[in-house]
């Protein structure tokens, strides 16, 4: 992974969670070479328009990849 990362100038991350029954898309930046970034988690949508990328996710959902246990109170 690290030559890899030494190889890229960009790195994007695109993942779908499932939020309210739903999959939604989430992008986030990794990696940009000699540049300050964002790394929030927003979702997008691809659209006739184009990519519309949303505000910062809200959180809903388990984008880390865990499934969440729906009988888990709190």
């Given amino acids: 992974p690290y030559i890899v990362s030494a190889l890229m ?3 994007i ?5 499932e939020a309210r029954s739903q999959l939604q898309r989430l ?3 990794v990696k940009t070479r000699d540049s300050a970034f964002d790394s929030s988690i ?8 184009g990519i519309q990328v949303s505000p910062v996710h809200d959180g809903s959902g ?13």
């Fill in 62 to 74: 388990e984008p880390s990849g865990h499934r969440a246990d729906p009988g888990a109170s709190g």
């Fill in 13 to 17: 991350t695109l993942r779908y969670v």
């Fill in 42 to 49: 927003r979702k997008f949508r691809i659209t006739t328009g």
């Fill in 9 to 11: 100038e960009n790195i």
């Fill in 27 to 29: 992008i986030s930046i």
